[in-house]
């Protein structure tokens, strides 16, 4: 295999991640910490992805190169990682470097030059708004779905799993192709505080931390129980304070927490956790969430965390193998990549994963896109109210699409 040669620039030009990466890049963001990139220098499954950055040479005093990757759904399943040719990395401490990564030192050189020139010297063009049609019609069918709520929650009253997590798709159809540059700029003036992802094709916001490892610190920050939001403040605080007194929605978030505490414990020499569960509201819903932090006693990469944690009960269910049966049972659909990880790390083991939650899945033409959006099932569950659940979620996405 050919070594690969990296070599980077710290520059102090605003640039807008979303402008890097524009509809056809790569993108991993949150309130403006994290990293956009265009080009390929290789692409490799997740169980090599570490090896694959660690064999580059990179240039004495450069920033090291970042992989972003996926990873699906199904437990045990190969993600692929994307060591990008061109990335801008913006860390929470302000800064910024531009990361070239090519064959030979000369030619990640001349790139690394030619690229900072495109990136801090022009202004992106803003996509243009125009109108457009849409249709928006269900691909899993609604009486699949509520049978489907009605099958795991009748499950979990029989005691054969705690909690199962049942999901359905929509799609939007336009008649031209949907703009993903101007799709990720609606979900960054509504959605900033989520962790904001594009990866071919695959793009979202997702409010749900899976998995960070920053050198020895740990942190995690499931979500599990749902409620709307209204945009009447008075109405919002009624409905989160519902949210923390239901027993159903502290059942659904408990199962989660418990399950992220004990599978990331083993690695720590510590992991602390809040108390008592708190709202973690969003544009269009407000969740239980709870931090998770911790501080690991022995070299763990963020990747493989991510493998062990993926599908979470939030996404999935507990216990994991039966949920996940019941779910590929019942459901009537393929999930993919949707209820899995999506993220980036270094060759150190270092990196960030959310949950790939409120996303779109964008056909090649860029004019369908297939959504999701799901809800944990416990014994007191509805299916009407669940259904109701998952018309919420819907918006996030939805809103950002569809531009009459």
């Not at 030619?107 to 063009?125: K, Q, V």
């Not at 949907?178 to 505080?193: E, M, P, Q, T, Y």
């Not at 056909?363 to 014994?379: E, K, N, Q, S």
Request: with cysteine; aromatic share 4%; glycine share 8%.
């Amino acid at each position: 295999m050919t070594t690969l040669h990296s070599c980077s620039r710290h520059f102090e030009e605003l640039v807008d991640l979303n402008g890097v990466a524009r509809g056809d890049g790569l993108l991993f963001v949150r309130d403006g910490v994290g990293i956009a990139a265009r080009g390929i220098a290789v692409e490799v499954p997740s169980t090599r992805v570490a090896e694959a950055l660690s064999a580059i040479d990179t240039a004495p005093g450069s920033f090291a190169p970042r992989a972003i990757g996926v990873l699906p759904f199904a437990p045990g399943s190969v993600g692929s990682f994307v060591v990008p040719a061109i990335s801008v990395v913006k860390t929470a401490s302000g800064e910024q470097h531009l990361v070239a990564v090519a064959n030979d030192a000369a030619a990640a050189d001349a790139l690394l030059m030619r690229s900072h020139g495109e990136i801090t010297g022009t202004t992106p063009s803003l996509p243009r708004p125009h109108p457009g049609r849409f249709s928006v019609g269900a691909l899993t069918a609604v009486d699949v779905y509520l049978a489907a709520v009605a099958a795991a929650r009748d499950a979990v009253r029989k005691g054969d799993i705690t909690k199962a997590v049942i999901a359905r798709d929509i799609e939007v159809a336009s008649n031209e192709p949907i703009d993903l540059h101007a799709v990720l700029l609606r979900l960054k003036a509504s959605f900033g505080s989520s962790y904001r992802y594009s990866f071919r094709g695959l793009v979202g916001a997702s409010p749900e931390l899976l998995v960070e490892v920053d050198d020895q610190t740990v942190r995690s920050n499931p979500l599990a129980g749902t409620t709307a939001r209204t945009g009447d403040p008075a109405t919002d605080r009624a409905l989160a304070e519902t949210l923390l007194a239901s027993e159903k929605n502290q059942i659904e978030h408990r199962v989660v927490v418990d399950m992220v505490h004990d599978t990331l414990l083993p690695y720590c020499s510590y992991l602390d956790w809040e108390p008592e569960a708190s709202v973690v509201a969003v544009a269009n819903v407000q969740h239980l969430g709870t931090r998770v932090e911790g501080r690991l006693n022995r070299p763990a990469h963020v990747v493989d965390l991510a493998r062990l944690l993926c599908p979470t009960p939030a996404l999935g269910g507990h216990p994991r193998d039966a949920a996940v049966e019941l779910i590929s049972r019942v459901e009537g659909m393929d999930r993919g990549l949707y209820g899995g990880a999506i993220g980036w790390c270094d060759a150190t083991g270092n990196g960030t994963f959310a949950v790939t939650i409120r996303c779109a899945e964008f056909t090649d033409d860029r004019t369908r896109a297939r959504l999701f959006a799901g809800g944990g099932i416990v014994a007191e569950s509805d299916p009407q109210a669940e259904l109701a659940e998952t018309q919420a979620k819907f918006q996030a996405m939805l809103s950002a699409l569809v531009r009459p």
